[in-house]
């Protein structure tokens, strides 16, 4: 059954690609046709999915009044379809693929890995990926350093001897990185000298693990050393009650921050919020009550600000949110949500008596060309907060201040495979994806590397993000990523190469020339919207 599951997928696939490869409308009676055989023949040898997302679209397009179909139209018809064949073709590589394989999956918590041996470090990011983790990996420091800050990771881990570099550098390096953050680092090395395992410890490293080591005993050793750092953050830089960031972890992410934000020419907003009245609930319903107001309050803070928003317990009431990438229109957006939700709340008490409460804020925008202290930003937030309460409270004040916002940022997203299928499929993914918080993507799509290559703005100073397929008619997509790295402003393309599950030689190959990431096909979408999420943080390297 499975050669005929795969021949049918094969037509579908040779029919849309001419579809979409037409540069005139497509007529009612050809699309209706298609449909209506495919809703016979998909549940016939046991594509059911497929079958009723036939029916479904025959139905819609039966109703249709006119005798042709333009493109846009014809892609908002088929995409149901053809999410509906990308599952099946997941379920077909399923029914042959170890159960092993089946379950690697990206998660939260990310390990990067520097090592010049690429055969390893694609069998220890298969590993880590296999049992819960998300792991990036580099063959050389440089650029591990430069992406860093933006992947923020919960684990390092170095190779003692690489070709061109000293483990030992690497691991100092990473330490003044971190600053007061503290992110554990692992050496692993095949000298197993007593020498070798002491400069580990003295150079900074946290744990040293001989080569070849037990795959187990390493990931247990990696899952105690996150435990460990998230513990040291709960001690130091966590507020107890309130579960945020305290006061300690402001200086440090301010900074980090407003360097990121220098580098990207972006600005970024310093919002101050404080709860109103706060004293008169102490006073009416005692501290417990007030205590469970601040959480309350610190989690509706969380539940509505994104990921890459960092939120400090300022002191008592006052809580500070950075906010990266937004200007004063964005960031009065994002706290009027949470000031609509928050206000929503009732808390309600033992005795049947309930109420509400709510804050003020004031918003400083700060511009990626000016330079300003945390101590000034923090007094023009201040000046803002003390205005809202002015103005009655249960308001948000904007610090006036004469800069100008910045123009939309933009990037160029390709996503480049002679699949049909896979380029609608990673469309929809890009246009629900974390880019579009900081990006406005501009999306292309290409059948081929010589294609890209004639239409995509190489040249433009400006950020490009490209998916490539490793296998393509008329050109390889090796030899689009080596002509990418030859470019002179190639520090600005994140490139992920698809690779085949047959072989790992061309995922190898990709890192080689210089590939970020690289999926083997087919992939599961949940996972590869958690590599874009991570990608994503790589863009401002």
């Known amino acids: 059954m499975k050669k005929y599951k795969q021949r049918l997928l094969k037509k579908i696939r040779e029919q849309i690609d001419r579809w979409y490869g037409y540069q005139h409308a497509v ?24 079958g009723k997302a036939a029916a479904a679209q025959l139905l819609l397009a039966e109703k249709r009044k006119r005798d042709t179909w333009r493109l846009p139209e014809l892609q908002n018809l088929l995409f149901p379809l053809i999410s509906a064949c990308y599952e099946a073709e997941m379920d077909i590589e399923e029914e042959t693929v170890p159960n092993r394989e089946k379950r690697i999956s990206s998660g939260d918590e990310l390990i990067l890995l520097i ?18 983790f998300t792991a990036a990996i580099f063959t050389d420091s440089d650029r591990a350093m430069k992406a860093y800050y933006d992947l923020a990771p919960d684990c390092v ?17 990473l330490k003044e990185l971190m600053q007061k953050k503290y992110v554990p680092a692992i050496m692993i090395s095949a000298d197993a000298s007593r020498e070798t395992r002491l400069d580990s410890y003295r150079y900074g490293a946290d744990d040293f693990i001989l080569k070849p080591f037990d795959m187990e005993e390493f990931l247990v050793r990696i899952r105690r050393q996150i435990e460990r750092k998230k513990q040291l953050e709960e001690l130091i830089v966590v507020d107890e009650l309130t579960k945020v960031y305290n006061r300690k972890f402001l200086n440090p992410a301010y900074t980090r921050l407003a360097a990121r934000m220098k580098r990207e020419g972006s600005f970024f907003t ?16 005692g501290h417990l009550e ?5 959480r309350e309050f610190s989690q509706c803070l969380r539940d509505n600000l994104r ?3 960092t939120v400090i317990r300022y002191g008592g009431e006052e809580f500070i949110i950075l906010l990266p990438n937004a200007g004063q229109k964005e960031a009065m957006e994002v706290i009027g949500r949470i000031k609509e939700s928050f206000s929503a709340h009732v808390f309600k008490r033992p005795d049947h008596t309930s109420y509400s409460c709510t804050f003020s804020a004031g918003l400083m925008a700060v511009p990626s060309e000016q330079a300003m202290s945390v101590e000034h930003a923090i007094e023009c937030a201040d000046a803002a907060l003390y205005q809202a309460k002015e103005n009655g409270r249960n308001a948000i004040a ?7 916002e910045p123009v939309e940022k933009v990037m160029n997203v390709a996503v480049v495979d002679d699949d049909p299928i896979i380029r609608t499929i990673l469309e929809d993914v890009f246009r629900k994806s974390p880019l579009l918080d900081q990006y406005c993507l501009n999306i292309g799509l290409y059948p081929d590397g010589m294609e890209f290559l004639e239409a995509h703005p190489l040249s433009k100073r400006e950020n490009h993000f490209i998916v490539l397929d490793g296998m393509m008619p008329k050109m390889d997509g090796t030899e689009v990523l080596q002509k990418i790295r030859a470019l002179p402003n190639q520090h600005l393309f994140t490139v992920m190469m698809l690779t085949s599950r047959k072989s790992g030689r061309d995922a190898a190959r990709a890192l080689q020339l210089g590939a970020d990431d690289y999926m083997t096909k087919p992939f599961r979408l ?14 401002t390297k």
């Not at 090592?115 to 819960?132: N, P, Q, V």
């Not at 904007?398 to 100008?404: A, E, Q």
């Not at 919207?529 to 863009?539: D, V």
């Open 115 to 132: 090592d010049d041996d690429i055969t390893l470090l694609m069998y220890l990011k298969e590993e880590l990926e296999l049992h819960g």
């Open 270 to 285: 310093l919002a101050m919020l404080d709860l109103d009245y706060f004293k008169k609930i102490n006073d009416t319903y």
């Open 398 to 404: 904007v610090y006036r201040s004469t800069v100008t």
């Open 307 to 309: 990921n890459s928003d």
């Open 27 to 50: 007529e009612q009676d050809e699309v209706i046709r298609f449909l209506h055989s495919l809703a016979g023949t998909a549940p016939t040898i046991g594509m059911e999915q497929v």
């Open 157 to 173: 881990v170095i190779d003692r001897h690489m070709k061109q570099e000293n483990g030992f550098e690497v691991v100092v390096q």
């Open 526 to 539: 949940e996972e590869l919207e958690t590599r874009l999420y991570h990608l994503a943080k790589r863009m």
């Open 290 to 294: 007030g205590d469970e107001v601040l």
